[in-house]
């Protein structure tokens, strides 16, 4: 009777060897197509008063004083299998926006200090941007969601004399209100991360 194994381990290596040059050829093909680094996921947008994101990963306690106290219920824990963002506090506008709500609760409650009390005018989660090609108003809909519902008004966000919305990037928290109100798909107006 012939030996089992050495039968295996004979077809097992010649099916590699055939194998290998397939594996090599499509890996090359596939890395061809590929950007020469693959894009990070998007940084999050943390709660009013957070420390630049280095800072805050290492000084915040994950402890959920400011996700329990927010009024607005704006923040939540982040929930993810990496353990060096795994629990830490963000705002998602899509679900539920920073509301700037006059207590501004969530920095009082940080224990740890990643989270700075800072006055309301001063806050700045990001930056609303605005996209001319998905907004209704281009389609003479006169629409007016991001302005209407901004909290800060029109020392944020106003209409031009062209009637074309504009983010006054000073006066902007980066809330997300406005990305929240918006009705189209994709959102016309979204909050992006300011350069640290």
């Known amino acids: 009777m012939p030996d089992e194994t050495g039968r295996r381990g004979f077809f097992k290596e010649a099916l590699n060897?055939?194998?290998?040059?397939?594996?090599?050829?499509?890996?090359?093909?596939?890395?061809?197509?590929?950007?020469?680094?693959?894009?990070?996921?998007?940084?999050?947008?943390?709660?009013?008063?957070?420390?630049?994101?280095?800072?805050?990963?290492?000084?915040?306690?994950?402890?959920?004083?400011?996700?329990?106290?927010?009024?607005?219920?704006?923040?939540?824990?982040?929930?993810?299998?990496?353990?060096?963002?795994?629990?830490?506090?963000?705002?998602?506008?899509?679900?539920?926006?920073?509301?700037?709500?006059?207590?501004?609760?969530?920095?009082?409650?940080?224990?740890?200090?990643a989270l700075q009390t800072v006055y309301a005018e001063d806050i700045k989660i990001g930056l609303a941007v605005f996209s001319a090609e998905t907004c209704l108003r281009t389609k003479d809909v006169a629409c007016t969601y991001c302005v209407d519902t901004c909290p800060i008004g029109e020392d944020a966000i106003h209409l031009r004399s062209d009637g074309v919305v504009e983010v006054i990037d000073a006066g902007c928290t980066g809330c997300g209100v406005c990305q929240y109100a918006c009705p189209t798909s994709p959102k016309s107006i979204v909050i992006e991360l300011l350069v640290e």
Not at 17 to 32: G, H, N, T
Not at 43 to 60: K, N, Q
Not at 75 to 87: C, M, R, V, Y
Not at 100 to 113: N, T
Request: net charge negative; hydrophobic share 30%; aromatic share 6%.
């Open 17 to 113: 060897q055939l194998i290998q040059p397939v594996a090599e050829f499509l890996d090359d093909k596939v890395s061809e197509h590929l950007p020469a680094e693959q894009p990070s996921n998007r940084p999050l947008l943390r709660p009013p008063g957070a420390l630049p994101e280095v800072e805050f990963l290492e000084t915040c306690h994950r402890c959920g004083n400011c996700v329990k106290n927010c009024p607005a219920s704006a923040i939540f824990p982040l929930q993810t299998p990496q353990p060096d963002i795994a629990n830490t506090p963000y705002i998602d506008p899509e679900e539920q926006p920073c509301v700037i709500c006059d207590s501004l609760a969530c920095m009082y409650v940080c224990p740890s200090g």
